[in-house]
């Protein structure tokens, strides 16, 4: 019989791929200068943060020119990832599992905090006690 049922939070209840994927669309949107121009000014704040390490001999150019790039997407994914939603199925299959008690858990290898950004965001707690 079963007693309780335990899910992942990365892959299971939310596309973890789908912050990755805008991101990606937002940065290299088939030139569609909309979503470009947004992307280029925040490229270029890190050009501006960066270039006095280049000048100083502190960086190369290459790891410059990749450390720029890096941090641009960094920021747009960090900021999609504020925007993540529970897949359609596991919000009909933790509504029914909840329907009928079943108790629940939750499990991830991820860092702590962020973590928990993502139960608090994805509304976990409407599912599983976070004092059990």
Known sequence: MI???VFDVDDTIYDQQAPYRIAMEKCFPDFDMS?????YIRFRH??????PRVMAGE???EYFRFWRCKETLLEVYEHELENIT???EMRMTLDFLKEKNVPMGIITNGPTEH???KVKKLGLYDYVDPKR
């Open 3 to 5: 007693t309780s049922i």
């Open 46 to 51: 890190y050009s501006d943060v960066g270039f």
């Open 59 to 61: 960086w190369t150019t």
């Open 115 to 117: 973590q928990l950004k």
């Open 86 to 88: 529970m897949l359609d």
């Open 35 to 39: 979503h470009m121009n947004q992307a």
